[in-house]
């Protein structure tokens, strides 16, 4: 579908795309991953995105795109087309034209007797059907719902919503118009946790093509089957998902720099001949050949990519001493304006050593309630209790805009480091190198920092004042997939107390051990991590969809015991038995016969490619002198990966097939 050919993009001196060549195929599921800003003009992932959609030109290759798929993508600066628009008129915008065409089909509709009318009409309501705008309102309503709006919501004007909310109706737009290739830059971003979970649950349907920018694993995991790495303004195309593309990324890595320091120690046996013999006259010929391969070295130069070089490390200190009870509140609630509440009759506890997340809707106070666990503001009824001895150290959303950026590192931190009392250099200059900044970080301005580096200065300030208790509000929004790692690693690891709000929801199944759910009904606490929150929360909606069960068999037991059967209405002949089993057997039918092929084609295939799988194999045990290791061990590792989606195919099919053929009987 997508052909990129040496595609390259400059900005001044900055390369942000070099000689960028890879192909997305209709249907795949593409996430773009990598490091995040490349540079002050935008990203490379997101550079990838303004070529497809015709936003931006390139210096120098070609982009191809085969037929002419209808793409979605969501804008930056969503507005409506007048001041009164309302977010479901907004939303129901997705379909460029879909409007028009109804209106003329409506005019049209007056007129059918003539045969040219009629034609016309004809063709627009093929079109309008094929286009989904018999069923795009109800799309738009679902989309709306999922991503947190309230019914209520839908008629007020588009414009009184923050931009934030904007962008969730920006995102049901795009969802609903069913485009035939989606574009999503990190559209996590704005989206609360259940919010996310939905999402997923949404594009998991999607059977179009689809491109995803995203640093949120469980989004990568769960969506894409193709990974595309852009480092250092170049691409990489994975035969994988996530998972294949961080293991297969880590073997690159070793061939890459394996043959980085035989480069660089070839270069440096060239360089110790040249620097002994060019001064001499009989060696002079010999010294400049040397010198003109080491040139060529140099203009072939290794690059490790930058993720290697900039991982870095956090080290969570100690938490000092505190008493059981972390933080207690009693029919907490607050209130901006004294009429409307963001919530009211809030009850729970914190203890020492919970990991707590927070999980609830945007818009319900979750970032107002920590804001007064960390003392920043006061409730407006109820009490908030802070335990024994308990130091809060809050982690805003806003931190990356709260460390001064034409300070240094080390100037950031000196200044916190003093105003909590300071000492020794020594310790100072430890603490630096606990939390991963060398001699050559210390005096980098705060502005050029990575998301990650930006974490780890946040993190090292924060724990000048020796907290107990970390209150931490969206604390990935910033990172990339190795920082949200490096975070997690360090939070797993911590010995404190934890009380957290991400939308994230890997970085919530791995950090923590209870969950917060809150509602506008009030909250609930879980004392188990994500996962057993997610499963007590499918057994509510069962039961409720069992007591509605219930209430509905109800109803029909009342019919029966009022309505008697008529005999002659209920009872079927033996003939009529046959012909309904027939009837029932030919309507599946159809269905038997396309697992059956799927299943033979799974069979075939696995067969194939495990033959490929053992040549492959003894290629890499038995390796020839030309042989390429890194190719055979892409080769065998894509090979076991289609030889796993193949049998996970087959599998799907073959227990579909044999509970159709157990039901026919």
Known sequence: MIDFKGISVHYGHQDVLTNVTFRVNAGDRVGVVGLGVVGPNGSGKSTLFKIVLGEMSTDSGELIIEGSPRIGFTRQNPAPDTPDETLLEYSLRGIPGLSEMEAEMAELESDLADPAKMKRYGELQTKFEHLGGYDIETRVKVALGGLGFAVDEFSKPFQSFSGGWRMRAELSRVLASKPDLLLLDEPSNYLDLPAVDWLQK???????????????????????????????????????????????????????????????????????????????????????????????????????????????????????????????????????????????????????????????????????????????????????????????????????????????????????????????????????????????????????????EKIRLAFLRLFFTAPNLLLLDEPTTHLDLDGRRLLEDALKKYKGTIFLVSHDIDFVRAVATSVLEITREGIRQFPGG????????????????????????????????????????????????????????????????????????????????????????????????????????????????????????????????????????
């Open 202 to 452: 949404y594009l998991k349907a999607y059977d179009g093509t689809l491109m995803l920018i995203s640093h949120d694993r469980y989004l990568l995991r769960t969506l894409t089957n193709i990974t595309v790495e852009v480092d250092a303004g170049t691409a990489t195309r994975y035969e994988g998902d996530l998972d294949y593309y961080m293991t297969e990324r880590e073997v690159r890595y070793q061939h890459l720099k394996a043959a980085k320091e035989n480069q660089d120690h070839h270069r440096e046996q060239l360089q110790r001949f040249v620097d002994r013999f060019r001064a001499q006259a009989t060696k002079a010929a010999q010294a400049q050949s040397r010198q003109k391969l080491i040139d060529k070295i140099d203009e072939e130069r290794i690059v490790l990519p930058k993720r290697y070089t900039q991982s870095g490390r956090l080290r969570l200190a100690e938490p000092p001493p505190s008493g059981i009870e972390m933080f207690r509140c009693e029919n907490l609630g607050f209130s901006y304006d004294g009429v409307k509440n963001v919530f009211s009759g809030l009850e729970f506890n914190v203890t020492r050593g919970d990991k707590v997340a927070l999980i609830g809707y945007n818009g319900l106070g979750k970032t107002t309630l920590m804001r007064i666990m960390a003392g920043t503001r006061e409730p407006t009824e109820g009490k908030a209790v802070i335990g024994h001895n308990v130091v809060p150290g809050y982690l805003s959303q806003e931190f990356a805009e709260t460390i001064p950026p034409d300070l240094t590192v080390y100037r950031n931190a000196k200044n916190a480091w003093d105003a909590h009392g300071g000492g020794p250099e020594k310790v100072f200059r430890n603490q630096l190198g606990a939390f991963g900044f060398d001699e050559n970080d210390v005096e980098k301005p705060a502005g050029v920092l990575s998301g990650g």
């Open 530 to 665: 994500y996962d057993y929150y997610c499963e007590k929360r499918e057994e509510g909606r069962g039961k409720r969809e069992e007591g509605k069960g219930k209430r509905e068999e109800g109803k029909q037991q009342d019919l029966k015991t009022t309505e008697p059967p008529n005999q002659q209405t209920t009872a079927l002949s033996k003939k009529e038995l046959r012909q309904q089993r027939a009837a029932e057997r030919a309507k599946i039918a159809p269905k038997l016969k396309e697992l059956k092929k799927r299943i033979e084609t799974a069979e075939k295939k696995i067969d194939e490619l495990q033959k490929a799988l053992d040549e492959a194999s003894a290629e890499l045990f038995n390796p020839k002198p030309d042989t390429d290791f890194a190719e055979a061990n892409r080769k065998v590792r894509t090979l076991q990966f289609e030889i796993d989606r193949y049998t996970a195919d087959w599998e799907e099919a073959a227990t579909e097939l044999e509970s159709l053929e157990a039901d026919k009987q």
